[in-house]
């Protein structure tokens, strides 16, 4: 069975193409757009720029899956931040399917903290630890202990809308920064969570993808690297200081779609690492669009 799953985010739409055989998916296609929905909001609603602009994307998915050599495609459109956090969720919905044809199913920012977890944990193999997802308009935190969910949260509060809200050029100021840092701590305070040490992050999710990407670029490590030490995540916050081509040079040479919003979504991530006191970084490659794949798919 020929299994597609777009995800439509704040920042990226994702289209993940997987053969389901047997209780096992393999992804066979990928394709990323980056779709920064988040800058087509005003007054809190999408704008019809920005429906439009996410509609071309899902259309432009229809035609690649017209290409697959299959009969029967199943495909699921779900939407996250970008189209939960907005006051005219029903008119965009409406549209969508309407321009589209595509029903898409909004998911709320704790079931996106669960998915991300079941998602996450088939290749993250600690029993104990914290999953951290940054995504472009909010973030999900999932505590677990011996494998089991002790607290799921989502605060609406991402790399795209950070950037949005509190930086004027490309790369954010000292007062831009403890600005992000502030709105951070705030949403975690506001959650009631229990600051205890957390050694271990498994992070999952583009951010932390291009975190990954970024640190095993800077520090000279094989790309197969999935570890990353988050002393090295402070140090290329204070590295990169400013717009000059020279210090803009690693994040052009590893991650140039993410030009914009990779500082930011860092200060996220070491705001959080600083409040449960985390040490290092495991990036799954599993996340949201493999939960809902297995839980929300394939069960049925």
Do not use: W
Not at 227 to 253: C, F, G
Request: charged content about 25%; proline content about 2%.
């Amino acid at each position: 069975m020929i299994t597609a799953i777009v995800d439509l985010g704040s920042n990226t739409i994702r289209l993940c193409v997987y053969d389901c055989n047997e209780g096992v998916a393999k992804m066979i296609f990928e394709r990323k757009t980056m779709a920064g929905l988040v800058n087509f909001i005003e007054d809190k609603k999408l704008s019809n720029k920005g429906i439009h602009r996410a509609c071309d994307i899902l259309i432009e998915y229809k035609d690649v899956l017209n290409n697959f050599q299959s009969d029967n495609i199943d495909v699921h459109v779900f939407a996250t931040a970008s189209l939960r956090n907005i006051k005219n969720t029903e008119e965009v919905l409406e549209s969508i399917k309407d321009l589209t044809g595509f029903e898409v199913d909004l998911i709320s920012g704790k079931d996106e903290a669960l998915l991300d977890f079941m998602g996450a944990t088939r290749l993250f193999r600690y029993e104990n630890g914290v999953l951290v997802d940054i995504g472009g308009g909010s973030t999900e935190i999932v505590v677990f202990k011996n494998r089991e969910v002790v607290s799921a949260n989502s605060f609406p509060v991402g790399s795209l809308n950070m950037y949005v809200k509190h930086v004027n050029k490309i790369i954010p100021k000292e007062k831009e920064r403890e600005a992000i840092r502030k709105d951070v701590s705030d949403n975690l305070k506001a959650l009631d969570l229990k600051q205890e040490t957390i050694r271990t992050i498994c992070g999952v999710g583009g951010t932390i993808r291009a975190a990954g990407k970024l640190n095993n670029g800077v520090y000279n490590l094989p790309s197969t690297n999935i570890d990353v030490d988050l002393k090295h995540v402070r140090e290329i916050l204070d590295s990169v200081q400013n717009s000059k081509k020279s210090t803009l040079k690693p994040l052009l040479q590893n991650v140039p779609d993410r030009i914009h919003t990779i500082i930011p979504g860092l200060i996220i991530l070491d705001t959080i690492a600083e409040y449960f006191g985390s040490q290092n970084i495991v990036i799954s490659r599993y996340g949201v669009r493999e939960g809902y794949l297995y839980e929300r798919v394939m069960k049925k």
